[in-house]
């Protein structure tokens, strides 16, 4: 595995978070995708663009649609459900084995 593909992350799909920069900064939402290649990550009603689409199975009267596109993932922060702030996300070894935490509240992320 070489360096330039290897993509490093504590951030995991079903995460919230808050937009730190741009025209939604300040905005939160749940990531839907993370792209690793690309090192962006999809989070949901946020970054709305507006995509003519053709008339097909899934919109069979076609028309304008709102789709979510990709911020790099610098842009965006864990949003610690406790504090309302953006958290940095450290790891801690238990007996259960390694555990996500939050640093601002010192709680346990998710369940991991």
């Not at 801690?92 to 939050?102: L, T, V, W």
């Amino acid at each position: 595995m070489s360096i330039e593909n290897s993509f490093k992350t504590r951030l995991r799909k079903g995460d919230e978070v808050i937009v730190l920069t741009g025209k939604n900064k300040g905005t939160t939402g749940k990531i839907e995708k993370i792209h690793t290649k690309t090192h962006k990550v999809t989070v949901n009603g946020v970054n709305l663009v507006k995509k003519h689409q053709k008339p097909n199975v899934a919109h069979p009267d076609g028309g304008i649609i709102d789709m979510p596109m990709p911020l790099h993932i610098s842009n965006v922060a864990y949003l610690d459900p406790k504090s309302k702030k953006q958290s940095k996300i450290a790891y801690k070894i238990s007996e259960n084995g390694k555990d996500r935490i939050a640093k601002k509240s010192g709680e346990r992320i998710g369940d991991n």
